[in-house]
């Protein structure tokens, strides 16, 4: 069973930057699709983005999508999430996700079967 790891989070001011990273505990990580996702308080867990296993393939919600890019190293067994232009409303716990299921990323948190502990990223005005 893979353990994921989340680090990188943090307060940023809006239009700053911030790289998530998430580390992966086995050599099968190669194998899984990964995913980034957020939790608003009181809300449920959304997706922002997601990776194929080779890293050839990735998608994006619209919320992000020109500001976030989701990475995978596979020698590193890692997954990365860079974020730039950030704003207040991306404040979240941001989670990552690994899916070891065949076929593409997919964008719904049911379609995971591992999680991180999450990791805080506030954004300030």
């Known amino acids: 069973q893979v353990q994921l790891a989340e680090s990188g989070g943090g307060l940023v001011q809006a239009g700053g930057s911030l790289t998530l990273s998430c580390a992966a505990s086995e050599r099968t990580f190669r194998a899984y699709n990964m995913g980034w996702f957020r939790q608003f308080p009181g809300k449920e867990r959304e997706f922002v983005a997601a990776?194929?296993?080779?890293?050839?393939?990735?998608t994006y919600s619209d919320s992000v999508k020109g500001r976030f890019t989701i990475s995978k190293d596979n020698a590193k067994n890692t997954v990365d999430l860079q974020m730039n232009s950030l704003k207040p409303e991306d404040t979240a716990v941001y989670y990552c996700?690994?899916?070891?299921?065949?076929?593409?990323?997919?964008?719904?948190?049911?379609?995971?079967?591992?999680w991180g502990q999450g990791t805080q990223v506030t954004v300030s005005s």
């Open positions: 996700a690994a899916d070891d299921r065949l076929g593409g990323p997919v964008t719904h948190r049911l379609g995971y079967d591992y």
């Open positions: 990776v194929s296993w080779s890293g050839g393939a990735t």
